[in-house]
């Protein structure tokens, strides 16, 4: 078995990339950290390092073992934690989610904070791609995408769906190819996604958001329709975030003739020791959004 404080200097060496930065932030001399190495390649019977004077290089067998290391930590971090308290509601909760779901979820998990003042929830804003990347990489206990993940170590289960309407100012009363080519499109970090499963089923002409004139660009969701609002381009989003614009009777929402529902996923690393907290934060997603 790796002796896992081996392992753990091996690994805080390759992210620091510094002996004596690794051996400050370990509280331990250049020399122990040194030694752990060594003996971690005597152990393993292989070479993880070429040397080259202060700097270092990983072998093929070190940047394996770099990879699984931090998994194999990471597990024992969570076991360890899971077994020192495992409290169903208290303790701390990462999740994100993109704008819109947030903006349907994000109030009803504070009721659930003010019912549970010791269960803390972290709440990020992201599109798909940077949750999908954070929960594989361990950094969020849940994400809620809407795109099945393709990663092998993300676990993605269906959880709801999400009308995806076209929406303009309040004065464009027909939709057509024509008045989408001449109002240009308002972008925002799912806009592709949310254009091309919504703009293919209604218009026969639609390849590419490309085709439209580029007027804007916002990543936040509560800013998304204020350009639309003024008339400067048209936007495709989630209902719900078209509905909490605030200036309602400044834009129109178009729900077209072929209806599309966007599906909610909520995932999860496949490799993680799941905690009471995230169990019970899992359920009430699954079943509020249901």
Not at 48 to 77: A, I, N
Not at 213 to 242: E, R
Request: net charge neutral.
């Amino acid at each position: 078995m790796i002796n896992q404080v081996w392992l753990k200097t091996f690994c805080t060496l390759v992210e620091v990339g510094h002996f004596t930065q690794t051996a400050d932030k370990l509280f331990m001399t250049q020399s122990g950290v040194s030694q752990h190495i060594k003996k971690l390649e005597q152990q393993l019977d292989v070479a993880l390092l070429v040397r080259d004077g202060k700097s270092f290089l990983l072998t093929d067998s070190g940047e394996q073992l770099f990879q699984k290391g931090k998994e194999l930590l990471k597990s024992s971090e969570e076991l360890e934690s899971l077994v020192r308290h495992d409290e169903t509601h208290e303790g701390r909760i990462k999740l994100a989610s993109p704008g819109s779901v947030g903006l349907r979820l994000y109030p009803h998990l504070l009721e659930i904070q003010q019912s549970f003042p010791k269960l803390i929830i972290d709440y990020t804003f992201a599109p798909n791609k940077q949750i999908e990347q954070a929960v594989a990489a361990r950094q969020l206990d849940l994400g809620l995408i809407t795109q099945l993940s393709n990663l092998s170590n993300v676990v993605s289960h269906k959880v709801g769906v999400e009308p995806l309407v076209l929406v303009t100012a309040k004065n464009v009363d027909t939709i057509n190819w024509d008045t989408l080519i001449k109002l240009g499109f308002i972008s925002h970090p799912d806009a592709e996604h949310h254009a091309r499963l919504l703009l293919s089923k209604n218009f026969q002409q639609f390849e590419h958001v490309d085709q439209f004139i580029h007027k804007g660009f916002s990543n936040q969701i509560s800013l998304i329709l204020q350009p639309v609002s003024k008339g400067f381009g048209f936007t495709v989003l989630p209902l719900h975030a078209a509905k909490a614009f605030p200036h309602q009777t400044l834009i129109n929402i178009h729900e077209l003739e072929c209806s599309v529902k966007e599906n909610l996923y909520l995932c999860f690393n496949r490799q993680s020791i799941q905690a009471n907290r995230v169990k019970f934060i899992k359920t009430t997603l699954t079943e509020y959004l249901n």
